[in-house]
């Protein structure tokens, strides 16, 4: 059929009917992943890391509106091969709900909104509106997982200028001590809330303000370098207020206020500067540029059928989750070792050495102390069954020590070479250590040797352990995952390490087989 121009009013007929379908479609898509949008708005509310979010849909929809005399001027057209990416994000939410991974399932979400526009509106309206789609990605609540790291350099950072500095430090870990007092780099010393607050409102600075793809990009990456660089300074210069000031300063509530005032002034200079070689967009400019009047085929029945089409891919995981229902038992377990593991292991009705890895919300578990020939191990198992968001192995919530102890903090942290059986695995391998107001005593330390188990694989590693995870259910099996915590005092006869590897060595077996049991027993 010969293409023809659209007349002025065939063209609002094409935007009211696809505007329609839009709406229909994102409603759509909203109403089959509604859990995964509330839970995303559940965080937004209780995190102040990522509190900005409620304004980035509103920034959005802005965006857009800027953008409303050049779409106008152009012609709908439903493109059916993005049907193809939908189906790969709806196939990538899925398996993140079978791995109960927050962040996978809400940029999915993200993505089936996003995609939905080019599917239903076409690819020219699309790349019009790149960047405006793209900006709502910020919505989703990641990035947490850069705490470790971003903890990490900021104790690097800190250490090394105050040595610079002419003070002495001894460091531990993520402890260090100063000659006027103990110190630590905990979760909101990570900078983690000024990368993301500065990353999201610098590419929107540098989309609004720069015309140059160079520049954009240049600014971005200023803005994601500068917050990291800041809370190192900013760490360090809480610890000499309070080093100076004997502690009078910066110790209190006041250390957070220094810490948000100090990044308020270097963000607004980089605002400030970057401002200096600004090219701004005129939105009047953009929507008056002359478009030729749009010639296309289109037609309400392919704006339907793409709709149609789209419903159906959006609705493949819903159908497929009735595919994928292994049996699994809803009753209460109950997991026990027994009195006695190897040849002469044998449980001590002592107190479990005051330690309790920070696990949440198993299934079942188990926390015992087992002693030979003078030496004795601590052994915790936490078992997880039926795991969705509130019961699951690998969680950021589940740890060796959780943030709030008081008693414990991780001294230093590795790995060693495990005997397993026949196998040897790579363990995470953890001192443990009590703080005190001079750094972490010597005394009472403890080595904590950490692996997953999921159906009968060992894994030290959250990413295998998750895709463990997955692939059991995929094949029809039960998620039945379990972590082993094994721990011994380091100043007992022998060392920490030699009790370990001996108990390990005779023990794991029995240990594995009653797992094993667990898992099909109902």
């Not at 759509?28 to 559940?42: C, H, I, K, N, P």
């Amino acid at each position: 059929m010969p293409l023809r121009a659209l007349t002025p009013d065939e063209l609002a007929r094409s935007w009211r009917a696809t505007s329609l379908a839009l709406a229909l479609a994102l409603a759509w898509v909203l109403l089959l992943y509604r859990e995964s949008a509330l839970a995303m708005v559940a965080i937004w509310a209780r995190s102040d890391t990522f509190a900005h979010a409620f304004v980035v849909p509103p920034i959005v929809l802005w965006l857009v509106w800027r953008r409303r005399a050049q779409l106008v001027q152009m012609a709908p057209r439903a493109a059916f091969p993005v049907l193809f990416a939908v189906a790969g994000a709806a196939l990538l939410w899925w398996l993140g709900e079978l791995a109960a991974v927050n962040a996978v399932t809400q940029l999915a979400l993200t993505a089936l909104l996003v995609l939905t526009v080019p599917a239903l509106l076409g690819l020219q309206v699309a790349r019009a509106i790149a960047f405006p789609l793209g900006f709502l990605f910020f919505a989703v609540p990641i990035g947490e997982f850069l705490l470790p790291q971003l903890m990490q350099w900021t104790a690097d950072f800190t250490v090394a200028a105050l040595r610079i500095s002419g003070i002495p430090v001894y460091r531990e870990g993520l402890q260090f001590v100063i000659p006027s007092g103990n110190w630590s780099v905990v979760d909101a010393c990570s900078g983690i809330r000024y990368l993301i607050a500065s990353l999201t409102v610098g590419t929107l600075f540098a989309y609004l303000n720069y015309q140059s793809s160079r520049r954009r990009v240049l600014f971005m990456l200023v803005s994601l370098f500068v917050p990291v660089a800041a809370n190192w300074i900013r760490a360090y210069l809480i610890v000499i207020i309070g080093h100076l000031s004997g502690n009078r300063l910066a110790a209190g509530v006041d250390h957070l206020i220094y810490g948000w005032l100090f990044f308020g002034v270097v963000i607004t200079l980089m605002f400030a500067i970057g401002a200096h070689w600004a090219e701004p967009d005129s939105p009047a400019a953009a929507g008056a540029v002359g478009l030729a009047r749009p010639r296309t085929s289109h037609s309400a029945t392919r704006l339907w059928l793409a709709t149609a089409g789209l419903g159906f891919v959006v609705a493949l995981p819903a159908l497929l989750g009735w595919l994928v229902v292994p049996d699994v038992p809803t009753g209460p377990m109950m997991l026990a070792t027994p009195q006695r593991l190897g040849s002469d292991w044998l449980a001590d009705a002592a107190s479990p050495m005051d330690f309790k890895p920070a696990f949440q919300n198993p299934s079942a578990e188990v926390h015992r102390v087992y002693s030979r020939s003078g030496r004795s191990v601590g052994l915790y198992l936490g078992y997880y069954r039926n795991q969705d968001y509130k019961r699951k192995l690998v969680s950021s919530d589940n740890r060796l020590v959780a943030a709030s102890d008081t008693n414990w903090s991780t001294a230093h942290s590795g790995s060693s070479d495990v005997l397993f059986g026949s196998n040897k695995l790579s363990t995470r391998s953890t001192e443990l250590g009590h703080p005190s107001q001079s750094g972490l005593q010597q005394s009472g330390r403890l080595m904590a040797w950490q692996i997953y188990w999921i159906s009968g694989t060992l894994t030290s590693s959250d990413y295998l352990a998750k895709a463990y995870s997955v692939w059991s259910r995929l094949t029809g099996r039960r998620d039945d995952s379990a972590v082993l915590v094994f721990y011994a005092e380091k100043d007992q006869e022998g060392g920490a390490a030699a009790a370990l590897e001996a108990f390990v060595r005779d023990s794991y077996t029995e240990l594995d087989a009653l797992l094993s049991a667990a898992m099909v027993r109902p």
